[in-house]
């Protein structure tokens, strides 16, 4: 008897196990060439999967319930838009040994600052396939320099000739007199920043019924890249999916099965119910040819 039971297990293990193995996933290629898309020139491709099928050696009807869509693209580095401001104030200097100005200390100088901003615009690619149409835009990111203290001087010459480089300041006054002022030695600095969208970026979608019936249909399946903001460079499109393999060879003129819409019961949970009332009714029949043994395990 355990030898039967154990025999009976292992064959359904198999069959459970070449379930499981018995679809192949295929990646394919749209083939599109990397280019740019703009504003008016959205791009239009397909994916080819009969070569694909061919090439792995399926046959028969085919039958596709699931798969993936993943499109990449990048910005174009388009020139940032450049804005500049500037402005001074009093700040808190002093020198290191090095004669290198520093922001400590307790004299103040009149700091003159620079800032520069670049900002890149926003670029969304619309990617339509089937029924359903999908987004993404390039990343966002923030990135911020300083340049070091530049001490701003003039030259100043005596009535011998004599030249020397001297401070350029900034008199500040605390009152009307000449005696709360104080002038301050100026000092420039640029800080610049560069602010918004750019990078790689991808937009990855399912397919939807639409999608697998066109499949289904003839092996092809349409998209279509569209710019919402901005301009990007196209870089792939890819489209991966399982088949189930089949018997026979199809054929050109074959007709090509829809997809089933109907959720079929799992193959998995069917073979477990299928062992389990197996087992129970092995017992059950074990225990009807041995009347002792069930009365001992009834006292």
Not at 60 to 84: E, K, Q, Y
Not at 208 to 233: E, Q, S, Y
Request: aromatic residues 8%; negative net charge; hydrophobic residues 40%.
């Amino acid at each position: 008897m355990k030898t039967s039971v154990t025999r009976f297990l292992a064959a359904a293990f198999l069959a459970l196990a070449w379930i499981s193995a018995s679809s192949t996933p295929i990646t394919v290629s749209s083939g599109a060439a990397a280019t740019l898309v703009a504003p008016g020139s959205p791009l239009s491709g397909s994916f080819d999967i009969n070569a694909a099928v061919a090439s792995a050696g399926l046959s028969g009807p085919l039958s596709i319930s699931a798969g993936t869509l993943t499109f990449r693209f990048s910005d174009d580095v388009d020139a940032s838009v450049r804005t500049a401001s500037s402005g001074g104030s009093l700040t808190n200097l002093s020198y290191d040994f090095l004669g290198n100005p520093h922001y400590t200390g307790s004299y103040y100088y009149w700091l003159e600052t620079q800032l520069v901003n670049y900002g890149n615009p926003l670029e969304t690619a619309s990617v339509t396939v089937g029924g359903t149409t999908s987004a993404g835009s390039s990343p966002y990111a923030f990135h911020e320099s300083a340049s070091g203290l530049t001490q701003r001087t003039h030259t100043v010459c005596n009535f011998l000739g004599i030249c020397d480089l001297v401070p350029n300041t900034t008199r500040i006054c605390s009152s009307g007199f000449v005696s709360g002022c104080t002038d301050y030695n100026i000092y420039d600095q640029t800080i610049t920043s560069t602010s918004g969208y750019s990078g790689d970026f991808a937009v990855t979608m399912s397919l939807d019924a639409l999608a697998i019936t066109d499949l289904l249909a003839d092996g092809l399946l349409d998209f279509l890249v569209a710019p919402t903001a901005g301009d990007f460079n196209f870089l792939s499109a890819s489209l991966t999916f399982d088949i189930p393999g089949g018997s026979g060879d199809p054929g050109p003129d074959t007709p090509v099965e829809p997809p089933d819409n109907s959720v079929p019961e799992p193959a998995s949970l069917t073979l477990v119910i299928i062992c389990m009332s197996c087992l129970l009714a092995m017992r059950a029949r074990r225990r009807s040819r041995h009347p002792a043994a069930r009365l001992a395990s009834s006292t």
